[in-house]
């Protein structure tokens, strides 16, 4: 079978810049510039995660500079009127946090991102310590992984797995991780099978299955070799 996918553990940033409670407003954008980061963590305790200041958090402060921070939305939360007047990492953070967990998969990640809109991910334990950082740009480093590296895999765990009495027969190409197999099989309903397991393989970026079913004379010579 193919392997485990890569986790989030893999590809995390585990030096990490973070904030506390009482950080101050320029605090928090001097910290952001010099590390080059969008978001960041807020901290207390021993490390636990309570929430992430981003940017989109800073900027109601000029957005609204003329306004009344006093202000609350229609469902009784401080509005973005509101968030100007605040000085503080504790009352600019999002919060809950929205985190991910060491042992999630790449693609778990990636989802969490889209569905939440964010940009990155604090990675924390089972009681929220913070453990490390993934970004957008960490998910995409599985893409790095040279050709000869997904070819062997996609021979190893999906080629001798699905196919193991035609695998001298499967052809396996891979350039800029495009995968192409070719060659004759006994079994054509196991075609999209190969084209779902090779997409699983961390790196692969798209599947082309040039497979065509083989005679029943050639199935024997595959059975007997």
């Not at 999002?94 to 939440?116: E, H």
């Not at 995409?140 to 050709?147: E, G, N, T």
């Amino acid at each position: 079978m193919p392997q485990t996918p890569h986790i989030v553990s893999d590809v995390m940033t585990q030096t990490v810049v973070a904030v506390g409670r009482d950080a101050q407003f320029k605090e928090i954008v001097r910290t952001m510039e010099q590390w080059s980061v969008s978001a960041i963590p807020v901290l207390e305790g021993e490390g636990r995660v309570i929430g992430v200041v981003s940017e989109a958090d800073l900027l109601p402060k000029e957005e609204f500079r003329d306004s009344d921070p006093s202000l609350f939305d229609q469902r009784g939360r401080l509005s973005d009127v509101a968030k100007a007047g605040a000085a503080t990492a504790g009352d600019l953070m999002s919060t809950p946090a929205v985190t991910v967990r060491p042992g999630a998969t790449l693609a778990q990640a990636a989802r969490i991102m889209a569905v939440r809109h964010v940009k990155r991910l604090p990675v924390v334990d089972d009681v929220g310590i913070l453990q490390g950082i993934v970004s957008r740009a960490d998910l995409l480093k599985v893409f790095l992984r040279s050709d000869e590296d997904i070819e062997e895999e996609v021979r190893r765990t999906v080629v001798s797995y699905l196919f193991p009495a035609f695998s001298h027969a499967v052809h396996v190409e891979v350039h800029d991780g495009v995968v192409t197999l070719r060659g004759r099989i006994r079994d054509t309903s196991l075609i999209p099978v190969a084209a779902r397991l090779v997409r699983a393989v961390e790196g692969v970026v798209d599947v082309e299955p040039h497979l065509t079913g083989a005679s029943a004379g050639a199935a024997g010579r595959g059975d007997a070799g």
